[in-house]
């Protein structure tokens, strides 16, 4: 039993993905009535990774469109509500994300980060959430070089990776956007952003 939790940390642990991760033969729209009909080929790999870890993803999360406002609100689902209060926001773009786990509709999910994306939805929802930054270095050893470190190493750059995300990520985007981990317990991000 501990190697099958060696080798798959989130065995039977239900997770969500915000609305702008592929998931193959799903429709994600990234809020976009444009996209409402379009099914996915691929998986993006984040995604994956969680689900190589034993996680099951049991929804995607509703987003701005586009993912580019802060507040969750877009003409394919509508309005996300505030599982605390529903004359408040839930933050955006993760804002279904963050409403979700806030709610204990999972305990953990994948976002992603370009302007307080993760962030804003952490704050609005009272979850944990994580915007990885590039050179930020692993707790093992805060001066060791990259590849010496032994514990969960928090480089963002090369670990979290943005194929199969919608829209594609261009230009200073790619140099900015960041995938990363969302949580209902503090302790369980470390080992999210180390699967992803």
């Not at 786990?101 to 305990?107: D, Q, V």
Request: proline content about 7%.
């Amino acid at each position: 039993m501990f190697q099958l939790f060696q080798r798959r940390p989130f065995f039977g642990v239900p997770f969500s993905c915000k609305d702008s991760f592929s998931v193959e033969g799903q429709i994600v729209t990234c809020g976009s009535y444009y996209r409402r009909n379009h099914r996915c080929e691929n998986t993006a790999l984040a995604v994956q990774r969680v689900r190589e870890a034993g996680g099951i993803l049991i929804a995607i999360t509703n987003v701005p469109e586009w993912c580019c406002w802060i507040e969750s609100d877009n003409c394919v689902y509508g309005r996300s509500n505030n599982p605390y209060d529903t004359r408040r926001i839930v933050g955006g773009s993760s804002g279904g994300e963050g409403a979700l786990i806030s709610s204990a509709g999972t305990p953990i999910g994948v976002g992603s980060d370009i302007g307080g994306s993760i962030r804003i939805p952490s704050f609005c929802n009272g979850i944990f959430g994580m915007m990885p930054t590039p050179g930020q270095r692993c707790r093992a050893n805060f001066h060791a070089p990259i590849t010496d470190c032994q514990r969960t190493r928090f480089w963002a750059s090369g670990i979290v990776p943005l194929d199969n995300y919608i829209p594609v990520p261009v230009g200073y985007k790619k140099q900015v956007l960041r995938v990363g981990p969302m949580c209902r317990y503090v302790e369980d991000m470390p080992l999210l952003l180390k699967v992803c």
